[in-house]
């Protein structure tokens, strides 16, 4: 088995593949830890895929910070404010160079062989990744490689290109004395931020922006927070993005490869989680009995119905923010129906 790109959903589907006795190729352009652009947040619904693996007590021990309620505003003026209250449990917000890397390395020791710093540069999807460090034969090779996926590209699986002027952007910077233990959330004309604590000494600002409107995320924040420091901002396109095909022949694209959530409801390494468990379990059912046709159709078929359940939410908030200054003037004239968005945080925490 050959898996390109160790983020969650690779590694993840690397691990679940090596505990079942299969030899795993994990290989990935960079090396770990590395950082990643994303909000930090990992969904409650992750628990149940940590609990599969055994990895529940690894989790907990990772270095986080425990998210005990949201805040939305826009442009300054309060949506929404609340607290997480049992049974509903909150995020846990870890730094993305930590959970990638302790997957990895996970992984690793279940038997994965990791190659970082490997590019690939072209995918046969009878079972052929070519790379900068030779050629990787496999039975299935699984692309998880992000929503630019090199493997969806080169397998005839990624949807036609379509322009799309939001670029996100991350940055961390020293958690101010006064910052609370939410996630809070801006919207405002060109785009959105969220803004939280990873740990008691730093706080990551992830935030969308229209680059037909801005290309400073800094001047942005500071509208908000005229103290915010001056920091690196690393950067990331496209946000919106057609799904793509979910296989071709001996090849199955699992997370952002296969489908881009909006970054804004936190859901996107619950999915990547989910879709690898899913395509693994389906993998192994297809070799043993070399099947593969009939397994990935059924692993299609589960991966839209994971989509259609959990996802409503998400699009709903997409819908809203794929122009963010159509939303922030209707909220200038309606008051938002704060019990909405309390029934809408829960489907997201609890899908």
């Known amino acids: 088995m050959v898996v390109v790109g160790a983020g969650p959903a690779g590694s993840t589907a690397a691990l679940a593949l090596a ?23 990992i969904n409650p619904s992750a628990w149940e895929v940590w609990e599969k693996l055994g990895l529940t007590e690894s989790f907990r021990a990772l270095p986080h910070c425990e998210i005990e309620g949201f805040t939305i505003e826009c442009e300054g003026h309060s949506l929404y404010r609340g607290n997480f209250q049992p049974p509903l449990q909150g995020p846990r917000a870890v730094s993305r160079d930590v959970l990638d890397d302790w997957l990895r390395r996970e992984g690793q020791a279940a038997g994965v062989d990791f190659f970082p710093n490997t590019t690939v540069t072209g995918v046969d999807p009878e079972g052929i990744v070519k790379t900068t460090a030779g050629e990787f034969r496999a039975r299935l090779i699984f692309g998880a490689d992000g929503r630019n996926s090199i493997v969806a590209r080169h397998s005839g699986l990624m949807p ?13 910077v020293p958690a101010p004395s006064d910052l609370d233990h939410h996630v809070h959330m801006q919207i405002f004309e060109e785009g959105y931020f969220g803004f939280c604590r990873y740990s008691n000494q730093s706080a990551v600002m992830s935030m969308v922006l229209d680059s037909r409107r801005t290309h400073d995320p800094l001047a942005a924040v500071r509208r908000f927070f005229p103290h915010f ?30 489908r881009v959530v909006e970054p804004f409801t936190g859901e996107g390494i619950s999915f990547a989680l989910s879709t690898a468990l899913l395509a ?13 046709e009939a397994a990935l159709k059924h692993y299609d078929r589960l991966h839209r119905r994971l989509y259609r359940r959990r996802a409503w939410v998400n699009t709903l908030v997409r819908a809203l923010l794929i122009e963010p200054w159509r939303t922030v003037r209707i909220v200038r004239r309606v008051s938002f129906p704060r019990p909405l968005t309390a029934f809408l945080a829960r489907r997201v925490l609890t899908a």
């Open 19 to 41: 505990r079942a006795g299969q030899r795993v190729a994990l290989l990935d352009r960079a090396s770990f830890p590395r950082p990643k652009i994303c909000g930090n947040c």
């Open 160 to 172: 036609p290109p379509r322009r799309c002027h939001r670029i996100a952007w991350q940055t961390t």
């Open 229 to 258: 420091p001056e920091a690196e901002w690393l950067r990331m396109n496209p946000i919106t993005r057609a799904a793509a095909g979910v296989g071709r022949g001996r090849v199955w694209l699992v997370g952002d490869s296969a």
């Open 280 to 292: 693994a379990e389906n993998a192994l059912e297809a070799l043993k009995n070399e099947r593969i």
